[in-house]
Structures are given as C-alpha cells and as structure tokens.
C-alpha cells in the first residue's frame, strides 16, 4: 500500500468513526478540553506554590461564589467588617483639607500643627515599641536628635560632592555598626560593608534583591525562591512579590525558632535565601543562627539575618552577661544583615542600616544607568534623594551615647523586660509564648479570650500587638517603658479579672474581628479584607 493509499485509508477511517458524533460536539470537544487543561494546569500551581489545604479551600470558595447571591452576600459581610475596621478613621477625616488654602498661614502654620499634635494618643510609656528614646520629648536625647536633625534638614547624600559631611557621617554609622556585628572579627572576611535606608522593610527588599541578582549571578536561578519561617516579618512576603520570588514559610518548632530541618526539606536547585531573626518580632525568641548558617553554607545559598529589633540589644547584652547565642557576621554562612538604628539604636525614625558579607554581594544592591539623556546615573538604595537630616541625626545618636550608653540602656531595658515577664508568670490566667531572649514579651491565655484582654487594655490607654497562632499579644519594652512596668503589670491584672468575670466582647471592641480572622480558614478573603481596609484608610 502506497502512501498516498494508506493516507486515504486513514482519512476514511477517521471519517467513519467520527459521523457518529453531532458536530457541535466535534467542534467543542477540543474547546472544553483545552479548558480542562488550563484548570488542572491552573490548580496544580495553586498547589505547588499553596499547598493542599489553601488549595481545596479556595477552590472550594471560588465555586461557591458562582451561586447566586452567594458572593453578594459574602461581598456585604466583608463590607461590615472593614466599615468597623474603619468607624474611627472615617470620622476622623471629616474636615481634612483636600486642597491648598487660598492664603497661607505663613508661621501661624506651627501654631496649627501643634494643635493637630494634641490629638495624638498619650503614648508616652504607654506603646509596644514605637518610642525607643526615653524621657520627654522636649529635654535630653529627644531634644539632642532633634537639633541634630534640623542643622541638617536641607541636605541629601545623593549630591555627595555638595553634602560630605552627610556622606561621611552615613559611612561612619554604618562602620560602627559593622564593628557591633562582627566585622572585626576574622571570621567575617574583613569586607563588610552597607548602607543606610528608610527602615527595616527597605533593608531586607534589598538584601533580598540582591541575593536575587547575586544568585542569578552565581547560579544562573532565573525562576528564584526563598525560605523563611512563619515568624519571619512580613517584609519578606512584600520582597517575594516585589521581586517575583516564590516565598516558601514553614513552620517553627516547639520552642516558636526557625526549625532547621523543615527549612532544609525545602531547599531545591532554586533556592537563592533562608532567613533567620535575631530575634523575631512576634516572640523575642532568636532563631538558631549558627545551624542556618552552616545549612546555607553547604548549599552555596544566600542567609540573611534579620537584626532590625536586636543589633543595638544583643551585642551589649552578651557584654553584660546574659546569655546570647551567636547571631551576626562572626557566624560562617550569613550573607547580609538588616539593622535599625530607629529603634534601640534610638536614632530619629527611617534610619536603619543593610550589611552585607563582601562588596560581590552589595554590588547587585546598587542600580547604574548608562543611557539616560540625564546623564550618567547610579543609586545605592530604593530612593535617589535621601534626608541626610535622619543620617546626621543616627550619627548624632550613636555618637552622643558611646558604648557605656547603649550598655546602660541594655541594662535597664533587659531587666525591665525580666520584670515584666515574671509579673506576667504571676497570673494563672496567662502564659508566656516560649522563652522571650530579649525584650519582647508575647503572652496568651488557655482560659480567656486575649483579645478581649486587649481590649481592655486598649481602654485604659496602652496599645499592645495582637499575634496570631497562637493568639497571643504581646510588649516590646523600650526606655519608655522601664518606668511604668508596676503600672502595666497593675493594668493587666485588672484587666484579665474584668474579662474572667465579664466575658464577651466590650462596645467598639476588635476581639470579635481578631477572633473571626483567626479562624477563618480562606487566608484569601483575610487578605481581601486587609486590602478593602487599608484602600479606605490611606
């Protein structure tokens, strides 16, 4: 049989089996198969990047919206929640300009901004963190800061021929706080280097970029992904999508550290990072460093080390004697740093610090252009113009304290957070989330509702952190605080006998909602939430 034979043959055949199918369905059957194939393609990556729980349950919700009135209904339900989210902020802003007066106030405007000032919360002593500087406002280190910041309040280390006293003050900070993580060292390569940003968010999306770039340098990984644990700040979640890295979050061990072992399982042929905290934002717990460090150092990946909260608490309190695991430079395997120098650095707010191994690594931080019809252009962080008012004012910190003063400042703020902690013991009712190393304090209740403790708590003017899994809140103690630690104490205690004997949450409360997100099992419609309320908010 020739060929031409043997392709009629086929033609026939095939005619023959198909006239026993209508036509519509020859024509959609392919249509519904490539459909088929784009769902299952679609929920297998929801799967690999969800997981199958997430999975099953948002592809369970998706398909119960297309009921009708179903997704209306769920649409009003969130709609209530974020209106209660919002109750306050919204009568706030009624009155809020909305465009230029048509005469200026000239230097009236100060009188008018200190009214605004007034409406401020007392937050004095009475904040988790927020306010690291102790005393008043208007005398002492606030009153030095402020100064300092204001001699220089035109400057901008982006004009580095115009501005070097900026410049040198930005590569003085960031020398100092190399010395503080291990850069004298041996251990530490001799080659760290930095730069100062806005904060802890900007510090770790660009040590994440550029442990991106650094990999896809090294390794060639194009489709990059990283490794946190679920305690690690959401900073990470906002690099991951900044910079389209698949984020991988496992779990902590009992003891609330980075687990080593579901890390490593999660490590593939594109990890470029695995973080660890020292110590993390929820608990105060450091995760085990030295263990991460050795990990990536026998996969060949990048480890950054998030010391936003303890870079200026751990190095003094190890010289004061308590017992600090190794948790920076000294440490074989760790790639870069964050550190905030606005926080127990106690530096003027959006000034924190990027620390890198070597300048191999720092170099895929930077961005050069060569084309633009500006000119030539190169930029080491996020922002091109930058306050050099916030890098004097660190660089007056920092220098104005010395050692013996970030050592007195340890001291009293550790024993302060000892203090609270074992007040908090004192009441049956509450437990201690792990073993806290350094000055954040987390608690929960196995008999009362904690969010409805917060509540109260809220109601006589402290502002605590509500945390999730376990549901807990938590105290980061500051300067401010160590005063006060008998009047939190007091507070608490009164508070948890008014929820043990009056249960049920208090008018204009958010327990209820706390409770509900915790519980809600379709994280998608939490985040939904959270986007409705912050779109309402800012």
């Avoid at 209820?512 to 939430?529: S, T």
Wanted: aromatic fraction near 8%; hydrophobic fraction near 40%.
């Amino acid at each position: 049989m020739d060929f031409s034979s043997l392709t009629s043959h086929l033609r026939n055949s095939a005619n023959s089996f198909l006239s026993q199918y209508e036509p519509l369905a020859l024509l959609l059957a392919p249509l519904l198969s490539l459909l088929l194939a784009h769902a299952l393609r679609s929920f297998f990556h929801h799967l690999h990047h969800n997981g199958l729980k997430p999975t099953l349950i948002g592809f369970f919700m998706n398909s119960i919206k297309l009921i009708p009135g179903v997704k209306s209904y769920i649409d009003a339900e969130k709609r209530k929640v974020v209106d209660k989210l919002q109750s306050d902020s919204k009568s706030k802003r009624e009155g809020w300009k909305t465009q230029l007066p048509s005469t200026g106030l000239g230097t009236s405007v100060l009188v008018k901004m200190r009214e605004e000032k007034r409406n401020d919360a007392i937050w004095q002593g009475k904040c988790s963190g927020t306010v690291y500087i102790g005393g008043s406002e208007s005398d002492g280190h606030f009153s030095l800061i402020n100064e300092a910041c204001s001699m220089f309040a035109h400057t901008n280390p982006l004009h580095l021929d115009v501005f070097q006293s900026v410049v040198r003050f930005e590569a003085e900070v960031v020398a100092m706080t190399a010395a503080l993580l291990g850069s004298k060292e041996k251990t530490s390569g001799g080659q760290i280097c930095g730069n100062m940003t806005s904060g802890g968010t900007e510090s770790i999306l660009l040590a994440v970029k550029s442990s991106r770039d650094y990999m896809k340098s090294k390794k060639g990984i194009t489709r990059p992904e990283m490794i946190i644990p679920v305690s690690a700040h959401s900073a990470y979640d906002k690099a991951a999508q900044y910079f389209n890295i698949k984020l991988w979050r496992v779990p902590v061990n009992k003891n609330f550290q980075a687990d080593v072992k579901a890390i490593r399982r999660h490590i593939n042929k594109n990890t470029i990072l695995i973080v660890g905290s020292a110590p993390g934002f929820p608990h105060g717990i450091i995760d085990p460093i030295e263990e991460l460090g050795h990990l990536a150092s026998s996969f060949g990946i990048c480890f950054h080390v998030d010391l936003c909260l303890g870079g200026f608490v751990l190095p003094f309190a190890r010289e004061l004697g308590y017992h600090i695991p190794p948790f920076d430079f000294s440490v074989k395997g760790v790639s870069s740093i964050s550190v905030d120098v606005h926080k127990y650095g106690l530096a003027p707010k959006g000034t924190s610090i990027v620390l890198y191994r070597n300048h191999e690594i720092r170099k895929h931080q930077f961005v050069a252009v060569a084309e633009w019809s500006g000119g030539l252009y190169v930029s080491p962080t996020i922002a091109g113009s930058r306050p050099g008012s916030l890098i004097a004012g660190a660089w007056a910190a920092m220098m104005s304290l010395g050692k013996e003063g970030y050592l007195e400042n340890t001291k009293a703020i550790m024993e302060g957070s000892k203090r609270m902690q074992k007040g908090i013991e004192e009441i049956a009712e509450l437990f201690i989330v792990g073993r806290p190393d350094m000055t954040i304090v987390a608690f929960g209740s196995d008999v009362l509702d904690i969010f409805e403790v917060n509540d109260i708590m809220s109601s006589k003017g402290w502002h605590l952190n509500a945390l999730q899994r376990p549901n807990s809140i938590h105290i980061c103690v500051t300067l401010q605080h160590v005063p006060v630690v008998e009047d939190f104490l007091r507070d608490l205690k009164e508070s948890v006998k008014t929820v043990k004997e009056n249960p049920g949450p208090i008018s204009g409360g958010l327990a209820p909602i706390y409770g509900a997100a915790g519980k809600m099992p379709d994280r998608g419609m939490v985040q939904e939430l959270l986007v409705d309320f912050m779109d309402g908010t800012c």
